[in-house]
């Protein structure tokens, strides 16, 4: 894809060989996600592993009670199209913590006719006064259809710190990003007005929301090695910051689209169960 991240440089570099899903994403999934996987262990000294539960680290739908062992899901014949069990859908996960990140959160999605994601959020611990900056960049049939990015807020009235108002306008001019498409029902409680949200209609857009989406990452994980907790006011803004980050996660939950793509592919038990328990938890 036309002035992406150079795949084969990037997953060298930053580590994405040891992903299951190596080779079955596109090059611009694969390069943005060990560039962003990439950031967290270049900027984060003090970057661990988040307790997940082993079943949620890889699920294949093919292999729901996880028989195959741990490499044995290369062996897995993918289904041919009239097979009841086509498309196969595979999703792996990575989660990390650090001193001020209760949770950072990739994860990479592939489906046997062309469906592919990545979906990433940093959920900042509570007394810690940032944004969640989250994002997606879904493809269907070898291109890119959809892309999402956005510092959610933690302020009832999705309202950003000047700092971020700033950055993330300058990036947006800088790499000529901006919507084509509108926020969904679920997203208006979350979303600031800053938010972007568009279907590419050329390569160069598609690299472009990729440089964006690094670029923010990593102003955000400066921004975070500059912040203290909360002081100020402490009681009120903890309850505040407390109950966006509930609101965020209760917001995403009425996905309806990820729902039904995770139901389709497992059950409606293990669809709810995974987006309750590792895409959209809160303390």
Not at 32 to 46: N, S, V
Not at 133 to 157: E, N, Q, T, W
Request: with cysteine; hydrophobic share 35%; proline share 6%.
């Amino acid at each position: 894809m036309q002035g992406a991240v150079d795949d084969a440089t990037a997953t060298e570099a930053m580590g994405m060989g040891s992903w299951r899903l190596k080779g079955a994403m596109d090059p611009p999934f694969e390069g943005l996600t060990a560039q962003i996987e990439g950031l967290w262990r270049h900027m984060l000294e003090d970057l661990r592993l988040y307790p997940m539960d082993r079943k949620y680290k890889y699920m294949d739908s093919l292999d729901p009670e996880r028989t195959a062992g741990v490499w044995g899901y290369v062996d897995i014949k993918p289904p041919e199209r009239k097979d009841p069990r086509w498309p196969r859908m595979q999703l792996e996960n990575r989660c990390y913590q650090s001193t001020v990140f209760r949770k950072l959160h990739l994860e990479l999605a592939h489906r046997q006719d062309g469906l592919q994601v990545v979906h990433c959020v940093m959920y900042p611990r509570l007394e810690y006064d940032l944004p969640i900056l989250s994002f997606d960049m879904v493809g269907k049939d070898d291109r890119v259809s959809l892309v999402c990015i956005d510092p959610c807020p933690v302020a009832m009235d999705r309202s950003l710190p000047p700092v971020y108002v700033t950055l993330v306008r300058e990036l947006q001019r800088q790499y000529h990003l901006d919507n084509n498409r509108s926020i969904p029902q679920w997203g208006h409680e979350i979303f600031s007005d800053l938010c972007i949200i568009m279907r590419p209609s050329e390569p160069q857009e598609v690299a472009n929301f990729i440089k964006y989406a690094i670029a923010l990452t990593q102003a955000h994980l400066q921004i975070s090695k500059q912040t203290s907790t909360v002081q100020s006011n402490r009681a009120s803004r903890l309850a505040e910051i407390t109950k966006a980050n509930k609101r965020y996660s209760e917001q995403h939950l009425k996905n309806s689209s990820t729902r039904g793509v995770l139901a389709a592919a497992f059950t409606p038990e293990v669809a709810d169960e995974y987006m309750t328990r590792v895409m959209f938890d809160s303390e």
